[in-house]
């Protein structure tokens, strides 16, 4: 049920972008920079101070020998909504997400691994910096809280079960340092995102 219903989602925000003006993909570095993890980002402003996400993580790599096995492996797909007080892609924002994610973890720290799915919904905010007329830099960071199934073992290669079950968990996630590239149909045409005659103090790729 939590798979089709962000399928859904997915399909509703692909019937969006096609008729959208503004609209973007990203990808974040500090993903990345975990072992690894394949990410990207889909994005389009459905308003003049909101903008709807859509997002998928993939990480299905070992590092290390059987001795010392070392996994964050995961698979996520989530959708976000962000507010910005002044305009889309454009300073400070606000925002919240729901998520769904299947993980293995183990050997970072302590040889125990845990693996299982989890889903749940958060709260967040950050900054988007404008480089140019297309380039962005994503700052942000959202609080996840919801419910997750696990299984932890001893060991990431033994098999022993330690324990299993459901609980409730509360964790960081979607930590960003994104890099956006922007697809602005509006600047090409006579809209534009400010309105005629307001003052425009700050630089915008959407400045006539």
């Known amino acids: 049920m939590k798979k089709i219903i962000l399928s859904l989602v997915i399909m509703a925000f692909s019937a969006t972008v096609a008729s959208a003006q503004q609209w973007a993909i990203s990808t974040n570095v500090i993903d990345w920079a975990n072992f690894g993890t394949v990410n990207l980002e889909g994005s389009?402003?459905?308003?003049?101070?909101?903008?709807l996400d859509v997002g998928a993580k993939y990480n299905p790599w070992n590092f290390g020998g059987e001795e010392k096995r070392i996994m964050n492996k995961q698979r996520m797909a989530y959708v976000a909504g962000r507010w910005y007080p002044w305009f889309s892609y454009d300073?400070?924002?606000?925002?919240?997400?729901?998520?769904?994610?299947?993980?293995?973890?183990?050997?970072?720290i302590k040889k125990e691994t845990e693996e299982g799915d989890?889903?749940?919904?958060?709260?967040?905010?950050g900054y988007t910096l404008l480089l140019g007329k297309h380039l962005n830099l994503n700052f942000g960071a959202y609080c996840w809280a919801g419910k997750k199934n696990y299984t932890l073992y001893e060991c990431p290669v033994c098999g022993r079960r330690l324990e299993s079950g459901s609980k409730f968990f509360v964790m960081p996630t979607n930590i960003?340092?994104?890099?956006?590239?922007?697809f602005d149909t509006k600047?090409?045409?006579?809209?534009?995102?400010?309105?005629?005659?307001?003052?425009?103090?700050?630089?915008?790729?959407n400045r006539k």
């Open 118 to 125: 989890a889903f749940g919904g958060g709260i967040g905010g």
């Open 91 to 108: 300073g400070w924002y606000v925002g919240v997400m729901a998520g769904w994610m299947e993980y293995a973890s183990g050997g970072l």
């Open 44 to 51: 389009v402003a459905v308003a003049r101070h909101f903008v």
């Open 176 to 182: 960003t340092l994104g890099i956006t590239w922007v």
């Open 187 to 205: 600047r090409e045409g006579k809209n534009h995102r400010y309105h005629e005659g307001m003052d425009d103090p700050r630089p915008s790729r």
